[in-house]
Nanobody, 117 residues
Framework: QVQLVESGGGLAQPGGSLRLSCAASGIIVRANTMGWYRQAPGKQRELVAT???????NYADSMKGRFTISGDDAENTVYLQMNSLKPEDTAVYYC???????????RGQGTQVTVSS
């Protein structure tokens, strides 16, 4: 059974930082394309960042230079380091895993990030 468990969300001030974690079980993070998505109230889900099995990263334009996605093979965990946070970054952030050979996807339950002074 595949489980993706996010943590690290919370309240941050504008300009602050948070680090989200996605602990995976039932899959090997390194063998999949892992990603972070977010959904704000009343808005569609949007891509934040992905990291492929080869380590190639991809970011949404508004996150480039502020967010960094990375993986830890030993911990089987994916991280999202978020710096220079803005109020518009407020959303529920979801961890996602996509199997490269058949495209099957798994998603975590999400973690709330609120950026406010």
């Amino acid at each position: 059974q595949v489980q993706l468990v996010e943590s690290g969300g919370g309240l941050a001030q504008p300009g602050g930082s948070l680090r989200l974690s996605c602990a995976a079980s039932g899959i090997i993070v390194r063998a999949n394309t892992m990603g972070w998505y977010r959904q704000a109230p009343g808005k569609q889900r949007e891509l934040v960042a992905t990291i492929s099995s080869s380590g190639r990263t991809n970011y949404a334009d508004s996150m480039k230079g502020r967010f960094t996605i990375s993986g830890d093979d030993a911990e089987n965990t994916v991280y999202l380091q978020m710096n220079s946070l803005k109020p518009e970054d407020t959303a529920v952030y979801y961890c996602n895993a996509r199997r490269p050979f058949d495209g099957v996807e798994y998603r975590g339950q999400g973690t709330q990030v609120t950026v406010s002074s």
